[in-house]
Structures are given as structure tokens and as C-alpha cells.
């Protein structure tokens, strides 16, 4: 085997590398917006961002 035939050979045996870690990254952020959405449900964190955002409006309103 030459250095060309080589150099093709691992060439090729990457070529879907990029895709999977493409893949796997989108699987994973996937994975957390759901994970985010199921906290923002639950009723105390919905209380906290409610309250939060009726104090930034009342100093806007000022």
C-alpha cells in the first residue's frame, strides 16, 4: 500500500464522522429542551418566572 492508497483509505473511513457528531449533538439538545421544558411546567418554577416578570414590568412601567 502507497502512501496515496493510504492517506484515501482513512480519508474514507471518516467521511460520515462529521454527520454522526452532528447527529449526536442534535439528539442531545433534543434531549435537554425537553428536559427544560418538563422544569418551566412544574408549578414553583412557573410562580418564580411569573413573579420575575411582573417585577421587570412594573419597573419598566415606572
Avoid: C, W
Avoid at 22 to 47: E, H
Amino acid at each position: 500500500m502507497n502512501t496515496r492508497t493510504a492517506f484515501l483509505t482513512h480519508e474514507a473511513s471518516d467521511m460520515g464522522a462529521a454527520t454522526a457528531e452532528y447527529a449526536i449533538a442534535t439528539v442531545a439538545a433534543a434531549g435537554f429542551a425537553g428536559l427544560l421544558a418538563l422544569v418551566l411546567k412544574s408549578g414553583p418554577i412557573q410562580t418564580m418566572l411569573t413573579s420575575l416578570i411582573s417585577s421587570a414590568l412594573s419597573v419598566v412601567g415606572q
